[in-house]
């Protein structure tokens, strides 16, 4: 899967089935479900991928505290730009694995 088709895929109903998870969380927060996304951050916590996943939905729902702990905790700096540019840098971060 591509950037461009992962994003055209947002225009769906729901994700694409072949998404590993960390994708489907993007996919959901990107759709309005942070709750649907929150809970695949949560799954696998202690996993690097995870961790910042579980940051970047903090940042996204203003508790920069919290982000802060998952960032420490996935050995990353806090991301200093807009949401919108750490969500893509995730998404094309995920295509790779």
Known sequence: MTYQSFTES?????????LNPLLTALWHDKSGNWRAAHHIAQSSEGTPAYDVLHAYLHRVEGDIGNAGYWYRRARR?????????????????FLTI
Not at 10 to 18: F, M, W, Y
Not at 77 to 92: H, K, N, Q, S, T
């Open 10 to 18: 947002l225009q769906n109903e729901g994700p694409p089935a072949d």
């Open 77 to 93: 700096p806090v991301f200093d730009g807009p949401l919108g540019a750490e969500w893509e840098a995730l998404v094309r971060e």
